[in-house]
Antibody
């Protein structure tokens, strides 16, 4: 079955960097687009970024553009999110999610990785 | 920018009763809408896509409806496992943009 397992969450100071990873299994990873979605404490869901199945295209929410970079290694079935210049408002649980195939909705989600940005 | 507004914020219903959750888009979005269920401590799960299509494995007590700007998620007879937070999501495929509503908490 499809499994997405995030890792790399931590407590970091404002202005620092952090890299999240998502290990995918149970499906043909290189055939699917992948997303990152975040959820601030007690809040709703916010889409962060998407990467095409072959890594050829990336798109970002305005709130993270220029600071976050999504990438993937199809040889290792791994999705990553490099987060630079972190802000207090980036504090959230970060989920990786599989695109269903047409860059529309998300048909499988991970359990999330917690990122806390605090001095 | 399209804004998705869900109502009510919290809905209190008894098991066995029917629940109707609403989602409104600030502009017409045809049927480019999905619904997700999220239980405490878990990632969301897909319920409905294309406004009215049930995802694989979703019980038929869940149904979605609407088009344009007004959408509903109906749970016909609430089971204990249905008490959770529900989110609607608009998806725009080009350029990609994904907007969630703020959620409706369904409580006993």
């Amino acid at each position: 079955q499809v499994q997405l397992v995030e890792s790399g969450g931590d407590v970091v100071q404002p202005g620092k960097s952090l890299r999240l990873s998502c290990a995918a299994s149970g499906f043909t990873f290189h055939s699917y687009g992948m997303h990152w979605v975040r959820q601030a404490p007690g809040k709703g869901l916010e889409w962060v970024a998407v990467i095409w199945f072959d890594g050829s295209e990336e798109f970002y929410a305005d709130s993270v553009k220029g600071r976050f970079t999504i990438s993937r290694d199809n040889s290792k079935n791994t999705l990553s999110l490099q987060m630079n210049s972190l802000r207090v408002e980036d504090t959230a649980v970060y989920y990786c999610a599989r695109d269903r195939g047409a860059y529309d909705y998300f048909d499988h989600w991970g359990q999330g990785a917690r990122v806390t940005v605090s001095s | 920018e399209i804004v998705m507004t869900q109502s009510p914020a919290t809905l209190s219903v008894s098991p066995g009763e029917r629940a109707t959750l609403s989602c409104r888009a600030s502009q017409r979005i045809d049927r480019d809408l999905a619904w997700y269920q999220q239980k405490p401590g878990q990632g969301p799960g897909l319920l409905i896509y294309g406004a009215s299509n049930r995802a694989t494995g979703v019980p038929d007590r869940f149904s979605g409806g609407g088009s344009g700007t007004e959408f509903t998620l109906t749970i016909s007879s609430l089971q204990s496992e249905d008490f959770a937070v529900y989110y609607c999501q608009h998806y725009k495929t080009w350029p990609p943009m994904y907007t969630f509503g703020q959620g409706t908490k369904l409580e006993i």
